[in-house]
T-cell receptor
Framework: AQTVTQSQPEMSVQEAETVTLSCTYDTSENNYYLFWYKQPPSRQMILVIRQEAYKQQNATENRFSVNFQKAAKSFSLKISDSQLGDTAMYFCAFMGLSGTYKYIFGTGTRLKVLA | NAGVMQNPRHLVRRRGQEARLRCSPMKGHSHVYWYRQLPEEGLKFMVYLQKENIIDESGMPKERFSAEFPKEGPSILRIQQVVRGDSAAYFC?????????????FGPGTRLTVT
């Protein structure tokens, strides 16, 4: 069974600084997707970034980028130029392509951006 | 194109009552997923449905929980004889057929409180 581990329950960063959130996963599949979701206090799940496992190039969306290490099964999220609005819970998620496309989520990292 | 709709947003039930949670997927989406988020935890997969079919219910508790996605109308998650441990946020996500099924769009969630 697939598992997703986020080992940092809480993190904080100064406004305008850079922070990296860690995520590791375990799977025997070769084809899959990985996601980072943001959950602000409103609880709405907001997609931050997506990575297809077959792509070697790391995904980037504006200030958000990932470091995808397939062999190490690691998928970290880097937030550059942190903003107060980035304060939220961040969840890493795995979706295998050999099953029913359900998401497996990590337990989340609570990020606080400090003014 | 309206997003995924869930109602009610908040639901309070006494122990032993029934809870019905509704999810209207995005237009053109034929896949619906339900997830549960217990306090201070990540989202856990419950069930995956397509129109009139349950595809994967491996995350559903064996008793008191049921789900449907009829040909017409929203998907319903039904919890009979609720207990305090059912208090959680319940999220619905939808995805389109074809290649788009790899990305799920989340609704705002229903927060169920059992008193």
């Amino acid at each position: 069974a697939q598992t997703v581990t986020q080992s940092q329950p809480e993190m904080s960063v100064q406004e305008a600084e850079t922070v990296t959130l860690s995520c590791t996963y375990d799977t025997s599949e070769n084809n899959y997707y990985l996601f980072w979701y943001k959950q602000p206090p409103s609880r709405q799940m907001i997609l931050v970034i997506r990575q297809e496992a077959y792509k070697q190039q790391n995904a980037t969306e504006n200030r958000f980028s990932v470091n995808f290490q397939k062999a190490a099964k690691s998928f970290s999220l880097k937030i550059s130029d942190s903003q107060l609005g980035d304060t939220a819970m961040y969840f890493c998620a795995f979706m295998g392509l050999s099953g029913t496309y359900k998401y497996i989520f990590g337990t989340g990292t609570r990020l606080k951006v400090l003014a | 194109n309206a997003g995924v709709m869930q109602n009610p947003r908040h639901l309070v039930r006494r122990r032993g009552q029934e809870a019905r949670l509704r999810c209207s997927p995005m237009k053109g989406h034929s896949h619906v997923y339900w997830y549960r988020q217990l306090p201070e935890e990540g989202l856990k997969f419950m069930v995956y449905l397509q129109k009139e079919n349950i595809i994967d219910e491996s995350g559903m508790p064996k008793e008191r929980f049921s789900a449907e996605f009829p040909k017409e109308g929203p998907s319903i998650l039904r919890i009979q004889q609720v207990v305090r441990g059912d208090s959680a946020a319940y999220f619905c996500a939808s995805s389109p057929p074809g290649l788009g099924k790899y990305e799920q769009y989340f609704g705002p969630g229903t927060r169920l409180t059992v008193t």
